[in-house]
């Protein structure tokens, strides 16, 4: 992860530009968790509050800020809203809608899972057919780890459902969309669900709730244990190459979520 910088690390020059799209900066508080990126804070302004995310053009994480930048226009209201970007000075900055919320809860009985049930099922929705924005497939993403016609599709997917993307707000908000892709329209239900099962839900009661969400019907048994399977090998594969204290929880729920899934395919 990219060292985090400070409001006022970041170029006078492009801080000046900034201003020109907000009026004066009166304070900026960094935001020390969370976002792949150099810069993230919420910045006061003539014009009200400014969530800023970016980072240095020439960075490793430059592809996600103009992957973001490329496809908020065509995202729903549950997505804050991208208001401007300014590059200058071999930075690039997106100014965001600033939105105040809490991470839902994903604890087994918590009422934040209804909500995350709702917006999965609406932005699956309006999200098929994915609009016309560039994006990757979701099966050229994971190449090598499982056949392609098992998650190929027509749904701009978020696919980076970890819980601090989502914002308990006026209503759930889903924030981050650096790593869109387009593929079958059940994949973000089933990332959440191996986050459900590390937040301590058996995979059984995982797999009942992720039911309610109508694209699931629509994943085949084959293609659910291939998706299992794969994000076993793709959390084996980050826990030897960067090794982070998320990547084993996630790695076990994985193991445990292709176990449930294994038990089901030799029936």
């Not at 004066?24 to 990126?37: D, I, L, Q, W």
């Not at 301590?200 to 039911?211: F, K, L, M, N, V």
């Amino acid at each position: 992860m990219p060292r985090r910088r400070d409001w006022h690390e970041l170029p006078e020059k492009l801080r000046r530009q900034i201003e020109q799209r907000t009026g004066a900066v009166h304070a900026a508080y960094s935001v020390p968790t969370g976002a792949s990126c150099d810069l993230a804070a919420v910045v006061d302004t003539d014009t009200g509050r400014v969530f800023c995310k970016g980072g240095e053009t020439e960075g490793l994480a430059a592809w996600l800020y103009r992957n973001e930048a490329r496809v908020n226009p065509w995202l729903p209201d549950g997505a804050p809203r991208l208001h401007w970007t300014v590059e200058a000075e071999g930075w690039l900055i997106l100014g965001f809608e600033y939105v105040a919320g809490r991470h839902p809860d994903l604890a087994p009985g918590s009422p934040d899972l209804t909500a995350v049930a709702d917006l999965l099922t609406a932005q699956s929705r309006l999200l098929t057919p994915s609009p016309p924005v560039q994006v990757q497939r979701f099966a050229d993403r994971w190449r090598g780890l499982i056949a392609p016609g098992l998650v190929d599709g027509d749904t701009l997917l978020h696919t980076d459902m970890t819980p601090r993307n989502f914002l308990v707000a006026d209503r759930l908000r889903l924030v981050d969309w650096s790593s869109p892709a387009r593929g079958a329209a059940w994949i973000d239900t089933a990332l959440m669900l191996v986050r459900l099962v590390r937040a301590g839900h058996p995979p059984a009661e995982a797999e009942a709730w992720a039911a309610q969400i109508p694209t699931w019907a629509h994943a085949s048994d084959e293609a659910l244990y291939a998706f299992a399977d794969g994000l076993v090998c793709l959390w084996e594969r980050k826990q030897r190459s960067t090794p982070g204290p998320h990547h084993g929880p996630l790695l076990r729920a994985a193991c445990e979520w292709r176990g449930h899934r294994a038990t089901r395919k030799s029936r």
